[in-house]
């Protein structure tokens, strides 16, 4: 496992909509091992191995891959950017953060009064400033139109800990890589989708799993590590291991599924913890929710600081989210 491929998936350009960067990326690093891909109209990529079992189920994973980002809606006769959020974006995170745009251009984000004054999600009070003097300057650099995404930068901290931009969702796209390679001739029928638009409505899921036509749905995903001072009300935390997911706001899951992957865990020694989350929502929701209906499930990367430049996970448990994947892909499932 390679920390210097995670420090470049996590700089990828991507945000949603705009993700073909990322899964060439994947595509690259998976070549050598999956028996085919697949790819969509709307960006989806999916990576496929074929299992030898002779009850094997079809196994969706899905991972997204894109990040939240801005987008530019006006230019001012000043040369500031008038913007949107593509995705969730939190004004009192963004304040005073440095963007990049996909052509290399940089900006930062400021506001037209105190920020303390302004509304979390009252975006039409902020700009972005990329130094131009007037609007027919900047339509040099940057159009309406054109996409930006956070600078933050893939630093490593104190007890195997990481901080970035875009952990959500790349941290679940590296767990994918790197399980996929360990498959080397899997019980199960295996389709790894690294999914688009997840952060604008799950789009990108919902496509593949028409497609796909799964027996079993297991989203990777980030969740909220509760374990700072400013969130203390929950059960997971960084260090705690991979995190199974029992319920969001878009998916209560399959008991079955949960209650075999914990039983995987502890068989296997893989350090773990229950994930019951209050709110938000994965890949998850879409794929319960497709075809005739499809039982799911989730392995979670405990987070701080989500959908902000600096997301801060824990290494370990991103190596129990590996070991869990791979080994839950080995199981014969019994419905």
Do not use: W
Request: aromatic share 8%; glycine share 8%.
């Amino acid at each position: 496992m390679s920390l210097k491929m995670f420090n470049e998936l996590t700089q990828v350009f991507g945000i949603p909509g705009r993700e073909s960067q990322v899964a060439e990326f994947v595509k690259n690093e998976l070549k050598d091992y999956a028996d085919e891909f697949i790819s969509d109209a709307v960006g989806n990529l999916v990576a496929v191995k074929k299992g030898h079992g002779e009850n094997k189920k079809k196994i969706m994973a899905a991972a997204h891959i894109d990040e939240i980002g801005f987008m530019v809606v006006s230019i001012t006769d000043s040369g500031y950017l008038k913007f949107r959020a593509v995705g969730g974006i939190s004004l009192h995170t963004s304040y005073a953060n440095r963007v990049r745009f996909r052509n290399g251009v940089y900006g930062c984000i400021m506001t037209n009064s105190n920020i303390a004054e302004i509304s979390n999600n009252d975006l039409n009070k902020a700009y972005i400033d990329i130094g131009a003097k007037s609007k027919e300057e900047a339509e040099k650099l940057v159009k309406v139109g054109d996409v930006a995404h956070y600078v933050g930068e893939f630093v490593e901290l104190a007890n195997n800990r990481l901080m970035s931009k875009a952990f959500d969702n790349r941290s679940g796209a590296y767990i994918l890589i790197e399980s996929f390679k360990k498959l080397s001739n899997p019980y199960n029928d295996i389709y790894f989708a690294f999914t688009v638009q997840e952060e604008v409505g799950l789009r990108g899921a919902k496509v593949a799993s028409n497609y796909i036509k799964p027996d079993i749905g297991i989203a990777v995903d980030v969740t909220i590590a509760y374990d700072t001072p400013a969130d203390s009300d929950g059960n997971v935390k960084l260090g705690g291991g991979a995190a199974v997911k029992v319920i969001d706001s878009t998916v209560i899951c399959d008991e079955y599924l949960v209650d075999t992957m914990v039983k995987v865990a502890e068989d296997k020694k893989i350090n773990y913890q229950l994930d019951v989350l209050a709110g938000g929502g994965t890949d998850a929701g879409a794929i319960n929710q497709s075809n005739d209906g499809v039982r799911c499930c989730g392995i979670s990367i405990p987070s701080r600081y989500c959908h902000s430049p600096v997301c801060v996970i824990d290494m370990d448990d991103v190596n129990a989210c590996i070991d869990l994947m791979a080994e839950y892909c080995e199981c014969e499932f019994k419905f």
